[in-house]
């Protein structure tokens, strides 16, 4: 898995010349900083007396933080495998109708396809905003500005998985196909930047 290494050796291959990792997977990444970050703070907050009445519910957000953490993870490398057969679809000779026509099914199949995975990016992450959101409320307010910095770098992570939709949907000749996708997404984006301006409102009102 990419985030098996050491974090200098993945941005070593995300700056490299190959296409993968890219900005979906990039973006996974950043969604799993997200989660981790919330994670903290629910240690932070776990076992203290002053947030004792909510102790339960953060021990549940730790815990489906670290499954989303492990979903963005995996996603990391679902989103490179989703692009090599669409990376394999550009090099298909073009030179007869019967090639061209085999190009273009080939090439709608893999665009669709290589949309899934961040779409799935931006499914995982838009789960773990709405646990952030419950951080900010009931979690230590020692560590509520680390709420603030995750929900920036989720929303961040989410609108930049949708580039990586949108790109692939464009050439696609479904357009019923491509504007679900399209939609589906948008959705996430316009619900995410709610959730991330009444999160990133509400730790400023308590830090400053």
Do not use: H
């Given at each position: 898995?990419?985030?098996?290494?050491?974090?200098?050796?993945?941005?070593?291959?995300?700056?490299?010349?190959?296409?993968?990792?890219?900005?979906?997977?990039?973006?996974?990444?950043?969604?799993?900083?997200?989660?981790?970050?919330?994670?903290?703070?629910?240690?932070?907050?776990?076992?203290?007396?002053?947030?004792?009445?909510?102790?339960?519910?953060?021990?549940?957000?730790?815990?489906?933080?670290?499954r989303l953490q492990d979903e963005l993870v995996r996603l990391t490398d679902e989103d490179a495998k989703a692009f090599e057969p669409l990376s394999r679809a550009y090099g298909l000779p073009k030179d007869t109708e019967e090639q061209r026509a085999e190009k273009e099914r080939v090439m709608e199949q893999a665009l669709y396809e290589a949309s899934l995975a961040p779409l799935q990016i931006m499914e995982t992450i838009a789960k773990?905003?709405?646990?952030?959101?419950?951080?900010?409320?009931?979690?230590?307010?020692?560590?509520?500005?680390?709420?603030?910095?995750?929900?920036?770098?989720?929303?961040?992570?989410?609108?930049?998985?949708?580039?990586?939709?949108?790109?692939?949907?464009?050439?696609?000749?479904?357009?019923?196909?491509?504007?679900?996708?399209?939609?589906?997404?948008?959705?996430?984006?316009?619900?995410?930047?709610?959730?991330?301006?009444?999160?990133?409102?509400?730790?400023?009102?308590?830090?400053?």
């Amino acid at each position: 898995m990419m985030l098996e290494k050491r974090t200098t050796e993945f941005l070593a291959e995300l700056s490299s010349a190959s296409p993968v990792p890219g900005g979906g997977g990039a973006s996974a990444a950043v969604g799993a900083f997200a989660s981790a970050l919330g994670m903290m703070v629910a240690n932070l907050t776990i076992g203290k007396k002053k947030y004792a009445e909510y102790e339960e519910e953060i021990l549940a957000a730790r815990s489906e933080l670290a499954r989303l953490q492990d979903e963005l993870v995996r996603l990391t490398d679902e989103d490179a495998k989703a692009f090599e057969p669409l990376s394999r679809a550009y090099g298909l000779p073009k030179d007869t109708e019967e090639q061209r026509a085999e190009k273009e099914r080939v090439m709608e199949q893999a665009l669709y396809e290589a949309s899934l995975a961040p779409l799935q990016i931006m499914e995982t992450i838009a789960k773990a905003a709405d646990i952030l959101e419950v951080l900010e409320k009931k979690g230590s307010r020692l560590a509520v500005s680390d709420v603030g910095v995750g929900i920036l770098f989720a929303q961040a992570a989410l609108e930049g998985a949708s580039l990586n939709i949108f790109i692939n949907t464009k050439m696609m000749k479904n357009r019923e196909r491509a504007e679900e996708l399209n939609a589906r997404a948008e959705t996430l984006i316009d619900g995410g930047r709610r959730k991330k301006e009444a999160i990133y409102g509400a730790v400023l009102e308590k830090i400053k």
